[in-house]
T-cell receptor, first 114, second 112 residues
Framework: KAGVTQTPRYLIKTRGQQVTLSCSPI?????VSWYQQTPGQGLQFLFE???????NKGNFPGRFSGRQFSNSRSEMNVSTLELGDSALYLC?????????????FGPGTRLTVT | SQQGEEDPQALSIQEGENATMNCSYK?????LQWYRQNSGRGLVHLIL?????REKHSGRLRVTLDTSKKSSSLLITASRAADTASYFC????????????FGQGTRLTINP
């Protein structure tokens, strides 16, 4: 089975721009979560989608949004980029059964905001 | 904000030695998980321990959980150079919840 894939792997944007990151979960996984990793704040939960609905949300401003499609693929969008948004964005998918369950992470998208 | 703290922040040992990392957390949990990350890449799930379990083994890994002290430890026995990575503990408060709260991680270096 193919793992979680994220595109693009690297991205450079300018302050004020917006960006869209994509995540394809493992086949059969319906839950997709997003995390931001920075040296200062570490790994922080952004949001989780299941069956096209946002089920959990972290403490991030409204500039961070996401969505999930019927095939479970997910996108996250960051509008009006700030320098502090530079980070590794990780997507994780999980098999929704009876829980608790492990999450399978993609390689991440490294976003640099200049 | 981070749920937990890991100790030590960095650990350097010789190949073949055992490595122990500790994790403390603040709130009640449903389960605690350990992940490994190599050089800023994706995380790899290592082991999950439920709140009603005290110890769990997987290959060279041994995890303990003390809910009264809100702490966990990860022991890697007979370390190898390939174990060099950052190790994170993550807690889930609710069964089935996909919202994991991570510690800051321990950077482990295995010297040949």
């Amino acid at each position: 089975k193919a793992g979680v894939t994220q595109t693009p792997r690297y991205l450079i944007k300018t302050r004020g721009q917006q960006v869209t990151l994509s995540c394809s979960p493992i086949s059969g996984h319906r839950s997709v979560s997003w995390y931001q990793q920075t040296p200062g704040q570490g790994l922080q939960f952004l949001f989780e989608y299941f069956s096209e609905t946002q089920r959990n949300k972290g403490n991030f401003p409204g500039r961070f949004s996401g969505r999930q499609f019927s095939n479970s693929r997910s996108e996250m969008n960051v509008s009006t980029l700030e320098l502090g948004d530079s980070a590794l964005y990780l997507c994780a998918s999980s098999l929704e059964t009876s829980g608790p369950y492990e999450q399978y992470f993609g390689p991440g998208t490294r976003l640099t905001v200049t | 904000s981070q749920q937990g703290e890991e100790d030590p922040q960095a650990l350097s040992i010789q190949e073949g030695e055992n490595a122990t990392m500790n994790c403390s957390y603040k709130t009640s949990i449903n389960n605690l998980q350990w992940y490994r990350q190599n050089s800023g890449r994706g995380l790899v799930h290592l082991i999950l321990i439920r709140s009603n379990e005290r110890e769990k083994h997987s290959g060279r890994l041994r995890v303990t959980l003390d809910t009264s002290k809100k702490s966990s430890s990860l022991l890697i026995t007979a370390s190898r150079a390939a174990d060099t990575a950052s190790y994170f503990c993550a807690t889930a408060r609710i069964q089935g919840a996909q919202k994991l709260v991570f510690g800051q991680g321990t950077r482990l270096t295995i010297n040949p």
